[in-house]
């Protein structure tokens, strides 16, 4: 049995609606899920009394409710059958209860939106189930998944760039679509709409779907980046890493800079970055600490922090119509 922990202390963040559809997923695909509602709303709860008859069986736990009837022990209890049980939490959750809500968790997801707001709390989010909870990033089980995102949007760009800085890969991207609004009104998933409706949202659950079927040590690198080893480098036409033998026959051309890939565009800051915070920006967090975000090694290299997204629309925002 899996333990799946939907998290983040942010309420409106889209907890519910990960966990909602997540159960769908699985229970179209034959499996026995079961959510546990630990959010006083309730909403994950709701939800499922909407399904009907005929619909593939989820399981639901009233977490959030307190017989003093009963032990709490009894009032949680799981099924035999269940393949998996996925924990809708509350939010404002505080840091110390952090240890005993991930304990068994197999895989934790941190879902965030795209605006400054939520980036901020997001952070501290890792930080405390790095620090707090003790969870390293060897074990694969924490995934940030990108909520409600417009591509081609500053929001996006900005939440991108972020996300990569905090080395815990983006299992995957959610775009903002009615389907989840529709389908938390009348009890289902996206799993469970005609596919001409929501075949563009169904594709964006692959990535998450194989991250959580991989195995809790499997590292995987977030998108964008790569996992091939240094020959693809050098094919490619990168130098070798230092120690290893160029190929034999192939003369190995100057290394020029490279433009960073993704997100982060032509005119990433982070290249003015001096020598010693280059090289702690890219060292890895060996020592349990999470690696800040790209604002504080800007500021190890004596520049001022980028603006905010938010100062970046207002600009263009008054450019265009004042």
Not at 226 to 249: L, M, N, R, V
Request: charged share 20%; net charge neutral; proline share 9%.
């Amino acid at each position: 049995m899996q333990r799946i922990v939907v998290l983040n202390p942010k309420g409106g963040s889209g907890k519910t609606t990960i966990a909602i559809n997540l159960a769908s997923y699985l229970a179209t695909r034959r499996y026995t899920p079961v959510l546990m509602d630990l959010d006083p709303q309730g909403s994950t709860l709701r939800w499922v009394r909407k399904r009907r008859p005929a619909q593939a069986p989820i399981h639901a736990i009233a977490a959030f409710q307190k017989d003093s009837r009963t032990t709490r022990a009894f009032q949680l209890r799981v099924p035999d059958v269940a393949t998996h049980v996925i924990v809708d939490t509350p939010a404002a959750l505080d840091p110390r209860q952090l240890s005993d809500m991930t304990r068994d968790a197999d895989k934790i997801l941190v879902p965030v939106l795209p605006s400054d707001i939520d980036i901020h709390a997001c952070s501290r989010c890792i930080r405390d189930l790095l620090l707090v909870a003790k969870i390293s990033r060897d074990e694969n089980r924490i995934g940030v998944i990108a909520n409600r995102i417009r591509r081609n949007t500053l929001t996006y760009q900005s939440l991108i760039r972020f996300l990569h800085t905090l080395g815990i890969p983006i299992v995957a991207t959610i775009r903002d679509s009615q389907n989840y609004v529709r389908g938390a009104e009348i009890g289902i998933g996206v799993h469970e709409m005609k596919s001409y409706v929501a075949q563009e949202d169904v594709a964006q659950w692959v990535p998450l779907v194989e991250w959580l079927a991989g195995s809790p040590g499997e590292a995987q690198a977030p998108p964008g980046g790569s996992s091939e080893g240094a020959g693809t480098a050098a094919a490619a036409g990168q130098p070798p890493a230092a120690g290893e033998p160029a190929s034999a026959g192939e003369p190995v051309a100057p290394a020029e800079p490279e433009a960073p890939a993704g997100p982060l565009g032509p005119g990433d800051r982070s290249q003015a970055l001096s020598g010693e915070a280059a090289a702690t920006a890219a060292a890895p967090a060996s020592d349990g600490l999470e690696r800040l975000p790209e604002v504080y090694f800007l500021g190890l290299a004596g520049l001022p922090p980028e603006p905010s997204f938010a100062a970046q629309e207002s600009r263009i925002w008054s450019a265009q119509f004042l």
